[in-house]
């Protein structure tokens, strides 16, 4: 898939990462357009949270070279830093704080101002239907309401590009679903959304994904158009197919 640099918003060629004679991350390369949602597909240990550090700039690559909105993953971390947002699988929120006093720390760390802060997060409280519990202590909320809570903080400064990392762990499946739907209308609004899952059924919601495997690429494209390729049923077939003789990788 050719895509134009206009339309790029992580770009990575030869991406590598090592820890003394261990590679986590072996010369991988992708490119990601705007709005798109992108799914970092692979087992637990494949190198996708270690993938995903180095292109948020908290981390600097062995090698390689990659932009993230535009921004050199090697020289321009801050810049980085200040254009996305990031969900981590503990959801980054203070149990001991209540649900405002959360959405106003985020929201200023992200450099918004007094009058903004108040104007979205009371947007965000009317849509997730949370105004009603924001003096409740985070520490009280459901799993769940923790979960979407954590995501519309990560967004809530429009960033140009949202980083979830695990960001469905420890779900249900019909909580996870209704958390995939904040992620396409994050998607529908313009922001890139790049998401870390070893839910192989998670690959059917986006747009296009990649499968890592101990550290490497090993498909990438539209989860349909890899089904086709490798002639597998579903994206565990897939992942079976790929990963189950891994001792040449």
């Known amino acids: 898939m050719v895509i134009s640099n206009q339309e790029i918003s992580v770009h990575i060629k030869d991406l590598t990462k090592k820890f003394g004679d261990f ?9 990601v357009k705007k709005g798109e949602i992108f799914g970092f597909l692979g087992a637990n240990g494949a190198g996708k949270t270690t993938a995903m550090r180095m292109l948020c700039g908290l981390s600097y690559c062995t090698s390689g070279e990659g ?34 006093e959360n959405i106003r720390f ?14 979205r997060g009371d947007m965000l409280l009317k849509r997730l239907g949370m105004s009603e519990h924001k003096n409740t202590f985070v520490k009280s909320l459901p799993l769940g309401w923790k979960q979407k809570l954590a995501f519309s903080i990560a967004v ?19 909580t996870r679903r209704s958390f995939w739907n904040l992620i396409y209308e994050a998607a529908e609004n313009g922001t890139t959304v790049f998401v870390t899952t070893h839910y192989m059924d998670e690959a059917e919601y986006c747009d296009r994904i990649s499968l890592m495997v101990n550290g490497r690429i090993m498909a990438l494209g539209a989860p349909d158009d890899l089904k086709k390729e490798f002639n597998v049923e579903n994206m565990n077939g897939l992942f079976y197919l790929l990963a189950r003789d891994t001792s040449t990788l």
């Open 156 to 174: 809530v400064h429009n960033p140009k590009i949202v980083f979830l990392d695990e960001p469905t762990g420890g779900v249900d499946p019909v």
């Open 106 to 119: 985020y929201a200023s760390v992200y450099g918004l101002s007094s009058e903004k802060i108040k104007e």
């Open 67 to 100: 932009t993230v909105a535009g921004f050199d993953i090697n020289t321009q971390q801050e810049e980085i830093k200040r254009n996305i947002g990031y969900m981590s699988q503990k959801f980054s929120l203070y149990e001991d704080l209540t649900v405002f």
């Open 23 to 31: 590679t986590a991350v072996n010369k991988i390369s992708l490119d």
